[in-house]
């Protein structure tokens, strides 16, 4: 360790699009409807959540997903007309602490000949639910929508009958630009929160002919909304590829591989406004607490051996929690399908899951540390390594808010005599500054935004510790 030593890196860092606290969401299974939210709202308000995914239709026992709303589909599932919905429905709602909710929709088409996006009359039929969207939210006071990406595919693979690959992607791209003028002119601060975006550009880019994908024409159709985006709205990358995430490392890892492989698209389409995407985390309740054994058995080759411990999944939901908002710019989810905060008598929760995500939660409002890490073992099974081998700290600064332009200085404080191998300091998840040194002073100079910024230590055992964020707005 070098005391007397600084780092400084004289490039601007970009800030994310908002500041202020990170905003936890509930979604799942048992996503509620007017009805009952007017009815229990107020006993909601007590889960460990900021804000809550609901429904345009109250949940059937017969429907486990939910009845998600279809944006565009040609026609009313049996027993779902659009005709039965009345935004004043939503007024009466009284969210008291639960300030940030969301409307679930799917962007996606189930019709065998997928969305004809070059159709008038089927796109003034996709106008009159955007319009009813617009209602509902300004009727609820809910934030935006909260797109599932899940098959969402369906109806947006390029078709050849409609012309060549080129000349769909770039109607795509005009109807994404109407879709979120026409939201905006219902909410103008809209914020639209796609459960995952990028990762249909993963999809795309691993084809050999990208123009058989079923999702083809999706990243165009959201770069013509970040070109048609208003100021005060936002449009969201969620991230449930992390939904199975056991390490640390990982959060930061799907973070920095969804902003690279978006700028990447952005500059081979010549979208403008790139920066203008924000993203969000996410977690999975069932699957990290050891209620949905099948589908993480089948992708976690130690989950048998661990799913059943009760110390050990609260520890991990905790942990993902944990770095599923400190990953987000403002919003992460928690999914949820076997288990409920609503109805926990036919859902119950499993013990400790209530608690653990109330002390993930208070945490990152604390702006401390988790306490431990979780980190991969090959062909093992992943460990918890406590403590606290870095204390980050913001130096030298006057009480009047950081500026633009302005540079910041961190000080990073050894807490104990653990061996350290090589540190790093992540910037908005995304490693900026590299040394086998443990540097008195680390100088950065900060643009506009969000900026919040951690030092990840790896041990010399292999294991790795994160620190306490720091986390500063600038105007």
């Not at 050990?312 to 999914?335: G, S």
């Not at 950065?444 to 294991?463: E, I, K, L």
Request: glycine share 8%; proline share 5%.
């Amino acid at each position: 360790m070098n005391d007397d030593s600084m780092s400084e890196l004289s490039a601007v860092l970009r800030g994310a699009q908002v500041g202020g606290p990170r905003k936890l969401l509930n979604a799942g299974w048992d996503r509620p409807g007017p009805a009952f939210l007017r009815h229990n709202s107020e006993r909601m308000a007590e889960a460990p959540f900021d804000g809550v995914v609901f429904n345009l239709w109250e949940v059937k026992p017969d429907h486990r997903h939910g009845n998600v709303w279809q944006l565009f589909e040609h026609e009313d599932k049996p027993g779902f007309r659009l005709a039965d919905v009345d935004p004043a429905d939503f007024e009466p709602i009284r969210w008291s602490s639960l300030t940030d909710n969301f409307l679930a929709a799917k962007p996606c088409a189930w019709h065998q000949t997928g969305l004809d996006l070059f159709s008038d009359d089927e796109w003034a039929a996709a106008c009159q639910r955007i319009r009813l969207l617009g209602e509902v939210l300004r009727a609820s006071g809910a934030r935006g929508i909260w797109f599932d990406m899940e098959t969402a595919g369906h109806g947006w693979a390029h078709d050849p009958r409609l012309g060549s690959f080129d000349e769909v992607a770039a109607q795509a791209r005009r109807r994404g630009a109407d879709f979120m003028t026409a939201l905006q002119a219902e909410k103008s601060d809209v914020v639209v929160l796609f459960t995952y975006l990028v990762a249909t550009r993963y999809e795309i880019e691993r084809l050999e002919h990208p123009e058989t994908s079923r999702s083809a024409m999706l990243p165009h159709f959201a770069a013509g909304m970040i070109e048609a985006k208003s100021p005060q709205a936002q449009i969201i990358d969620g991230s449930d590829t992390d939904y199975l995430n056991h390490s640390s490392r990982q959060f930061a890892h799907s973070r920095q591989l969804a902003e690279h492989t978006w700028s990447a698209f952005c500059q081979d389409h010549a979208v403008s406004g790139a920066d203008q995407l924000g993203f969000g985390g996410a977690a999975y309740a069932d699957a990290v607490s050891g209620v949905n054994s099948t589908f993480a058995e089948q992708q976690l080759g130690f989950y048998q051996r661990v799913s059943q411990d009760r110390s050990f999944t609260e520890n991990w939901l905790r942990h993902n929690v944990y770095h599923a908002l400190m990953k987000a710019d403002e919003f992460a989810w928690l999914w949820n399908e076997k288990m409920s905060w609503w109805n926990p008598q036919a859902r119950p929760l499993p013990p400790g899951a209530d608690r653990a995500v109330k002390q993930a939660r208070a945490l990152v409002n604390a702006e401390a540390s988790l306490g431990y890490d979780m980190c991969r073992r090959p062909g093992g099974v992943p460990a918890f390594v406590a403590g606290d081998d870095i204390r980050l700290e913001l130096v030298d600064r006057s009480p009047s808010p950081v500026g633009t332009g302005e540079t910041i200085t961190l000080r990073a404080v050894p807490s104990g005599t653990v061996d350290i191998d090589q540190l790093v300091v992540q910037h908005n998840s995304s490693v900026v500054l590299q040394t086998e040194l443990l540097t008195a002073r680390m100088v950065f100079r900060v643009g506009p935004g969000a900026h919040t910024f951690q030092m990840v230590s790896t041990r010399v055992d292999g294991t790795h510790q994160t620190s306490n964020p720091v986390i500063i707005t600038t105007p």
